[in-house]
T-cell receptor, first 109, second 114 residues
């Protein structure tokens, strides 16, 4: 079966750095996405990785290792408003997105 | 641009009732999809469409029908509602189904079946 694993919940301090991990086992791989979701609202796109390495976008970076089936989302200079759910999704061999259950990130002052 | 719109925002149904969740996008996107999101689980694909007149089943299609008569609209029909269909439903669209294109989500429909 296909599986995406991410931690259920993480806590970090305002101003610090946090790394949210995602491991996957899917039938094929055609890219990995990170989305942000306010509770009960629509997910919004954060980043996309298809080749190994780091993609940086301001305070957010995403890393991919295809050989390890592993990605992480790195958030720097954390702000209180970064408290949210972060979703990892992999596009499989049929180009369908398989989603993780999401990580709830709590930022404390 | 309104993006992806969904109606209604909230709905309560009795077991056995049928209804249609509406979804429309104004970005001329080829690919549209319906997901359901349940607590503690990832988004699960119900049905998807790669263009007008073309639909296919996702991971959890039972109890749902779709059609795509125009590029803009992709309604989801619940044939005979069951309590197991209580969920938040999201419609999403992207330029194409190919790799690299992000999906844009509608605001969601919160459905309760009693």
């Amino acid at each position: 079966g296909q599986n995406i694993d991410q931690p259920t919940e993480m806590t970090a301090t305002e101003g610090a750095i946090v790394q949210i991990n995602c491991t996957y086992q899917t039938s094929g791989f055609n890219g990995l996405f990170w989305y942000q979701q306010h509770a009960g609202e629509a997910p919004t796109f954060l980043s996309y990785n298809v080749l190994d390495g780091l993609e940086e976008k301001g305070r957010f970076s995403s890393f991919l290792s295809r050989s390890k089936g592993y990605s992480y989302l790195l958030l720097k200079e954390l702000k209180m408003k970064d408290s949210d759910y972060y979703l990892c999704a992999v596009r499989d061999s049929n180009y369908q997105l398989i989603w993780g259950a999401g990580t709830k990130l709590i930022i404390k002052p | 641009n309104a993006g992806v719109t969904q109606t209604p925002k909230f709905q309560v149904l009795k077991t056995g009732q049928s209804m249609t969740l509406q979804c429309a996008q104004d970005m001329n996107h080829e690919y549209m999809s319906w997901y359901r999101q349940d607590p503690g689980m990832g988004l699960r694909l119900i049905h998807y469409s790669v263009g007008a007149g073309i639909t296919d089943q996702g991971e959890v299609p039972n109890g749902y029908n779709v059609s795509r008569s125009t590029t803009e609209d992709f309604p989801l029909r619940l044939l005979s509602a069951a309590p197991s269909q209580t969920s938040v439903y999201f419609c999403a669209s992207s330029q194409t189904w190919e790799a690299g294109y992000e999906q844009y989500f509608g605001p969601g429909t919160r459905l309760t079946v009693t």
